[in-house]
Structure formats: C-alpha cells, structure tokens
C-alpha cells in the first residue's frame, strides 16, 4: 500500500487510534472480554475522529487476539488521515473502571499513515502496558488517561512529496511514575536516521562539499519531573551522528509545579499567559555542550581552503577576531573565559561547553531583566561559563 500522512493531520490522530484497530463488536460466539474491548475501541476510535473501518479476520480469545488487515481513515479539522496494519495483537487486554481499555501489550506489524506531505511505513510497532482513554474523556477532549510504558518502533521509512525516502532504523519512547495523567519520568532514543546528500541540491550543497555522501544520526533525551518541588531535570537532550559529533545540552529548572502545569494546560492557545507563566520558571542549572567527531576539522580545513591560508595561520586569524566579538559583552572576565575556550578547540577540536550555574535558582523573569536593563551583568547573574576540550 501507498500510504502518506499530513503531517498537521498526524499530530491530532490519538495513540488510541494509531495504535488500535476501530472494529465494532465480533459475533456472538467470541469470548465476552475481547468482545467487550473491541466495543470500546470501535468507540474510542469513532469517538477520535475515525469515519471508515475496514478489516479481515478476528482470532484468538480473551488473553491474546489478533485483528488482521485493519485500515481507518481519521478527520480533524478537516483533513484527513489514513491509518492501516497487516495485523494488531492485544496480549492481556481488558475493559476499565472508567470505560477504557488496558493491554499489556498492543503490536502492529506492517503499519502505515496515509496523509498528503509524506508517506510513513512501520514495519513493526508496540505499545507496552497501554491504558487507553475512554470514548467519553475522548470525546469531551480530556487530556489525562490516555498512558503506556514504552513504545518502540523499527523498520520506519519517511518519504516526503518529493518521492524522497528516509529510513529510521528504531525509535523508542518510554513513560513512567505518573501522576495527575503526566509521566515523572520519559526517554526518547532514536536509531539510524539516515539522511541522503545530493551535492547538486542548495539545502545540503555545503555539508556535501565537506566530503559527507550522507548523515546518519542518533537523538536521545532523558528527562524526570518532581512534581513535589515543581523540578524539572533534562538528564540529556542530545543528538550526533558519525563522523560528525554530538550535541547535548542539560539543564535543571524549578517552579513546574501541578498548579502551573495544569494553568499551562488551560493556556494552551493564549501565548500571552503561557509567557507571564514561564516567567515564574526559575533556572537552576543549564549546559549546551558539543563533542566533535571530524566536523569541526572539516569546517575548518575546507573555510582554509577557500580563503587560500594555511589551516594554521587561518585557525589564529579566527582566534584573533573572537575578542573583538566577544567585547561586545561588556563583561571582561566572561570575555576572557571566551576567548581562551575557543581558541583552544580551534586548534585542537574536541569538545566546547557553555554552561550556567546561578549561586540560587533564579526566575526567567529575573534573567529577563538583566538582558535588557545590563546585559553585561547576565553572565554574573547566570554563573556562566565557557570550556574547551575538558
């Protein structure tokens, strides 16, 4: 099958409908707990949106059963969106006190999402421990309810209007210690994903004239909410690839709150009051790091090259100019810490860090303040510093 998603569409289809088969009850002489969950996903999935179901064959009984050949078309807002599996197994599914279903694992194989900017293929999808919301929460758009503990996909192929392909090796999401319907702890890992250079293309020209023929990159992100304090900890926000490098960055920020992430909730469309709600945020800890893996010795060699220097003698040219950037600060100890940073990964690079470690938390708002009232003031305000090669 052709398939393809919008990628607009794609952000309103519910796990609830991506991950489960709408299908309306099996005969009569199934067994009465997988009949019931089949009833509450035909539900739910309508209940998201779902307007056409087709599928084959229902097998198995109330501990395993497997809905084959399954395809659903979704609408929001307009637009809508196709979604189909060769087959969708449910292991320990059973209905829920509030009217959902749970399953301790729901697997698709040969999953597609038809659109109109890309097409998407799953080979293989899923969900542990799933808890699905129920067609009423659905329906009167609750946000809490719908969880899992992991989500893990392989085999994904990405290709866009333009008939280009870009194939993802895995993607895993996991979830954990929930509380008021948010996870305490989530994890992000992206494996593989390969993107092709074309040297005659403008967007990737220049990368291509670094000697890369293509990209295969890696994403992770690890993070925790402590939802007693309001403390939120980015353990690691990274993404690389070979022979390229990595960047990662990690912070700690206080004030997120139950009361602040549900006020965020109800302000989802009024900016305005999302920003007078940041503010309140404070910044506890915050690091941007990056470790080179040949890409900054290709961009250096190649900018050489073209303005006809040495390496040598174009890497001093360059640690000549940042002082004169860097004065712009107005904070002669930072600028120093800046000019000794990047002069010596010029020469030698192998990693470059930026960080922040105020003396105490301290609110956006505040930090806000100082950029514009005393901007040379901030890096004192944020404990900042800068380091090479460490």
Do not use: C
């Not at 009569?28 to 998201?48: F, G, N, P, W």
């Not at 087959?87 to 999402?113: L, N, R």
């Not at 700690?252 to 989802?268: C, D, N």
């Not at 470790?291 to 174009?314: M, W």
Request: aromatic content about 4%; charged content about 20%; hydrophobic content about 45%.
């Amino acid at each position: 099958m052709n398939h393809s998603i919008r990628k607009s569409g794609f952000a309103a289809v519910s796990l609830a409908v991506l991950l489960a088969v709408a299908a309306p009850v099996t005969p009569a002489s199934a067994q009465a707990t997988r009949d019931k969950v089949l009833e509450i996903i035909s539900e739910a999935s309508k209940a998201a949106g779902a307007k056409e179901v087709t599928w084959g064959a229902v097998s198995g009984g109330d501990a395993v059963f497997t809905v084959a050949d399954w395809e659903t078309t979704v609408e929001n807002d307009g637009k809508s969106t196709s979604i189909g599996a060769a087959s969708v197994t449910y292991s320990g599914a059973k209905p829920t006190a509030d009217g959902g279903f749970s399953a301790e694992s729901i697997a698709a194989t040969d999953m597609t999402v038809e659109g109109d900017d890309a097409n998407v293929a799953i080979a293989s999808l899923k969900i542990t421990n799933y808890v699905g919301q129920s067609p009423q929460k659905i329906r009167a758009k609750t946000t809490t309810g719908e969880r899992f503990d992991r989500i893990e996909a392989t085999g994904i192929e990405v290709t866009d209007e333009k008939d280009q392909t870009i194939p993802i090796a895995a993607v895993t999401v996991t979830t954990s210690d929930f509380v008021a319907g948010v996870p305490r702890k989530i994890g992000f890992d992206m494996k593989g994903l390969a993107v092709p250079l074309d040297p005659n293309d403008e967007q990737t020209k220049e990368i291509a004239e670094l000697g890369y023929t293509s990209l295969t990159l890696d994403a992770a992100l690890v993070g925790a909410w402590d939802d007693k304090t309001g403390r939120v900890t980015i353990d690691q926000l990274a993404i690389g690839g070979a022979d390229l490098g990595s960047l990662k960055l990690a912070m700690t920020l206080g004030g997120f709150t139950p009361e602040v992430v549900e006020a965020l909730k109800k302000a989802e469309k009024d900016q305005a009051k999302q920003m007078e709600l940041l503010q309140g945020i404070t910044v506890e800890k915050l690091s941007l790091r990056y470790e080179d893996a040949s890409l900054a010795k290709r961009l250096i060699a190649a900018q050489a090259k073209k303005q006809g220097l040495p390496e040598e003698a174009f890497v001093q040219q360059i640690g000549a100019i940042v002082p004169m950037m860097a004065s712009a600060i107005g904070n002669k100890d930072f600028e120093a810490k800046i000019a000794k940073a990047v002069s010596l990964f010029l020469k030698t690079p192998k990693s470059l860090t930026v960080s922040a470690t105020p003396a105490q938390p301290t609110p956006v708002a505040a930090i806000m303040g100082a950029a514009m009232m005393a901007p040379q003031s901030l890096p004192t305000v944020l404990g900042a510093d800068v380091r090479a090669n460490d």
